[in-house]
């Protein structure tokens, strides 16, 4: 099992990014795909998951009309469209893969969000 995410950068409170988390190893499918955060100092919190065939989202209500979670299972691969971000988004962004045994992780995306 393999998951990369991208699409990290620098951007300006108010501004955008989309993250991706592609992954590999297993048939996508099948699987429940989830965002995950840790900002410093912090643990590492649920930001949405999205089920199966993305018929299902849930989200922190932190994020909450701001973020979209998506998936694309031709690419298999999992999306984060986030707006509107504040300062208080800055964290390092991780995608999951849970269960049935465990888990498996992506090695994260640093978001930063500063003027």
């Known amino acids: 099992v393999q998951l990369v995410e991208s699409g990290g950068g620098l951007v300006q409170p108010g501004g955008s990014l989309t993250l991706s988390c592609a992954a590999s190893?297993?048939?996508?499918?099948?699987?429940?795909m989830s965002w995950y955060r840790q900002a410093p100092g912090k643990g590492r919190e649920l930001v949405a998951r999205?089920?199966?065939?993305?018929?299902?989202?849930n989200y922190a209500d932190s994020v909450k009309g701001r973020f979209t979670i998506s998936r694309d299972n031709a690419k298999n691969t999992v999306y984060l469209q986030m707006n509107s971000l504040k300062p208080e988004d800055t964290a390092v962004y991780y995608c999951?893969?849970?269960?049935?045994?465990?888990?498996?992780w992506g090695q994260g995306t640093q978001v930063t969000v500063s003027s």
């Open positions: 999205i089920t199966n065939a993305g018929g299902s989202t």
């Open positions: 190893g297993f048939t996508f499918s099948d699987y429940a």
């Open positions: 999951l893969r849970a269960g049935p045994n465990r888990g498996y």
